[in-house]
């Protein structure tokens, strides 16, 4: 018989998410609220998302977008398209939106998402998730998150330094 050989990717998927959720981490010390966090960790290569919501999320995600590219900018629904390159953002991701189409380059689309998972996985999960980079979120930013920014009538948007929303800096 052939030789098959299996080759597991597991070091590199180890590696590769250990260093994302260390750059989104450098970024919310800096940017995001006290108390944020994520347990999940989606990642996006030169792919388009048609307009949708999160369903089964708690709480804002972080959005981080790399990459020299034309197009793929980030729109939520009644408001103007967001170009973002090699900068990150938080978004209600209740609300409507999609990326638009990406004409040239290459972009890679990182979100950092709390699945409401997180309510029932036990300790020993929480601790995978920390050794694998992850920062639990304090429960009451989800809670803070039901606010309403008195500007524009969105959720959060008056808690965090710069938001989609109405992108002022507090």
Request: hydrophobic share 35%.
């Amino acid at each position: 018989g052939k030789d098959v050989r299996v080759y597991s990717q597991k070091a590199d998927i180890e590696a590769v998410t250990k260093q994302v959720n260390e750059a989104i981490g450098r970024w919310a010390d800096r940017e995001a609220p006290p108390g944020f966090g994520w347990t999940s960790l989606q990642i996006n290569v030169n792919s388009v998302a048609s307009w949708h919501f999160d369903h089964r999320n708690l709480g804002p995600p972080c959005v981080m977008i790399l990459g020299e590219h034309i197009g793929g900018e980030l729109e939520v629904k009644g408001m103007m398209p967001t170009p973002l390159r090699n900068e990150a953002t938080m978004i209600d991701g209740r609300k409507w939106h999609r990326t638009r189409p990406i004409y040239d380059g290459d972009r890679v689309l990182f979100v950092a998402f709390i699945h409401e998972a997180i309510t029932v996985i036990n300790d020993r999960q929480k601790e995978k998730l920390k050794e694998s980079g992850f920062v639990l979120p304090d429960p009451r930013l989800v809670e803070m998150f039901d606010k309403v920014c008195a500007d524009t009538q969105t959720p959060y948007c008056a808690h965090w330094p710069r938001c989609l929303m109405c992108r002022k800096r507090t």
